[in-house]
Nanobody, 115 residues
């Protein structure tokens, strides 16, 4: 089992920044990639950013150049630095951990960007 706990969401004005954190615990040796997803009301959950065990990253087109995913293996933590935030970034953000057999999810954190 893998447990994921997010933090760092909140309310910010357009153009501002936030950093989300996700701490992993449990069978973290099984994790092959971690990512951030988001879901706005009425929309499907979508991938925002993902980082593999080898350090490869990929981003949704809508956040490229504004968001950066990184990790600290000593702290078992993945971060999502979000800059130049836009009202359309408003959503519930979820941390995700992938193993070979399944996905694990955190409880999520709300990000609200006001115009």
């Amino acid at each position: 089992q893998v447990q994921l706990v997010e933090s760092g969401g909140g309310l910010v004005q357009a153009g501002g920044s936030l950093r989300l954190s996700c701490v992993a615990s449990g069978s973290i040796f099984r994790i092959i990639a971690m990512g951030w997803y988001r879901q706005a009301p009425g929309n499907q959950r979508e991938l925002v950013a993902r980082i593999t065990r080898g350090g490869n990253t990929n981003y949704a087109d809508s956040v490229k150049g504004r968001f950066t995913i990184s990790r600290d293996d000593v702290k078992s933590t993945v971060y999502l630095q979000m800059n130049s935030l836009k009202p359309e970034d408003t959503a519930f953000y979820y941390c995700n951990g992938e193993t070979i057999t399944q996905y694990y999810w955190g409880q999520g954190t709300q990000v609200t960007v006001s115009s």
